[in-house]
């Protein structure tokens, strides 16, 4: 089982980005999903956290600028990105709370790799 994301990139102060998150593997559910970041030097923080029932919280220095989303038949959670600023320069790293079938059956937090969202001034 795995989370792959995609979507980071160089984008100019005031642009926007989207990053997708996609679950794969013998997965059987999938409660909340979230994006973390982590910039250089700074610890891991919470961007944005979506249930499987599609409520939805924000850290404050994004709300009104990002929108996390999510398709359940994809197994996919989204971050939309508007109006960036260099201070969102970061890794950031989408997660999901998976029951998943793995020689027995678990249930954890998965992690994906992160991907480089760099905003220039």
């Known amino acids: 089982v795995q989370l792959q994301a995609s979507g980071g990139g160089l984008v100019q102060a005031g642009g926007s980005l989207r990053l997708s998150c996609a679950a794969s593997?013998?997965?059987?559910?999938?409660?909340?999903m979230g994006w973390y970041r982590q910039a250089p030097g700074k610890q891991r923080e919470l961007v944005a956290t979506?249930?499987?029932?599609?409520?939805?919280g924000y850290a404050d220095s994004v709300k009104g600028r990002f929108t996390i989303s999510r398709d359940n038949a994809k197994n996919t959670v989204s971050l939309q990105m508007n109006s960036l600023k260099p201070e969102d320069t970061a890794v950031y790293y989408c997660?999901?709370?998976?029951?998943?079938?793995?020689?027995?059956?678990?249930?954890?937090?998965?992690w994906g790799q992160g991907t480089l969202v760099t905003v220039s001034s």
């Open positions: 997660n999901a709370d998976l029951g998943y079938y793995s020689g027995s059956y678990y249930k954890s937090k998965v």
């Open positions: 593997g013998s997965i059987f559910s999938i409660n909340a």
């Open positions: 979506i249930t499987n029932g599609g409520s939805t």
